[in-house]
């Protein structure tokens, strides 16, 4: 069984300050790795997925994940927030290869001060 | 970019009715369908996958009787709630898998129920 944990619940970053969005995992076999943001009321929308290859990802609106096998993480940066990224962040995992059921984390809540 | 699209966006039913949320790929075929649950400021739950033109499949703990689902084409599943009662009340969010590109999922606006 696969399990996805994000230890911050909320993070409060200051605009144009950086940010990094911790997310771990553990599966016994190779995983595919994902990032979706939340906007209140609405459906999640990718950020960046990680499937095989290069192991620093870039993504959509400035993003990026590096995917760390021996640390089993996949920490969220992006290094200058604006107030439109305020949203929910929600880190996930799947098996692949023809088994796309992801397993998602509680989420990190984004919280951006002007 | 693939395109997923949910009716109604939120309801109100009384307890004891049924209700019936549907899930659309508009621009590409599904061949995969997840149905989450999100209670509030919690993370997705999967409820059940279903692919098109066999059973869907439910996760431990759901009631298959209680949440049917079918998915009778490559660009329509349903979720019915029947019978609901208030602690059915929650976001409910479908996604859907393009059979064209593997391994990524495109996940609809959500449907919240509200039970009274």
């Known amino acids: 069984a696969q399990s996805v944990t994000q230890l911050d619940s909320q993070v409060p970053v200051f605009e144009e300050a950086p940010v990094e969005l911790r997310c771990n995992y553990s599966s016994s076999v190779s995983v595919y790795l994902f990032w979706y943001v939340q906007y209140p009321n609405q459906g999640l929308q990718l950020l960046l997925k990680y499937l095989s290859g290069s192991t620093l990802v870039k993504g959509i609106n400035g993003f990026e994940a590096e995917f760390n096998k021996s640390q089993t993480s996949f920490h969220l940066r992006k290094p200058s927030v604006h107030i439109s990224d305020t949203a929910e962040y929600f880190c996930a995992v799947s098996e692949g290869f023809g088994n796309e059921k992801l397993t998602f984390g509680t989420g990190t809540r984004l919280t951006i001060i002007p | 970019g693939a395109v997923v699209s949910q009716h109604p966006s939120w309801v109100i039913c009384k307890s004891g009715t049924s209700v019936k949320i549907e899930c659309r790929s508009l621009?590409?075929?599904?061949?995969?369908m997840f149905w989450y649950r999100q209670f509030p400021k919690q993370s997705l739950m999967l409820m059940a996958t279903s692919n098109e033109g066999s059973k869907a499949t439910y996760e431990q703990g759901v009631e298959k009787d209680k949440f049917l689902i079918n998915h009778a084409s490559l660009t329509l599943s349903t979720l019915t709630v029947t019978s609901a009662h208030p602690e059915d009340s929650s976001f409910y969010i479908c996604?859907?898998?393009?059979?064209?590109?593997?391994?990524?999922?495109?996940f609809g606006p959500g449907t919240r129920l509200t039970v009274l």
């Open positions: 621009d590409f075929q599904a061949t995969t």
């Open positions: 996604s859907a898998g393009d059979r064209g590109l593997r391994d990524t999922q495109y």
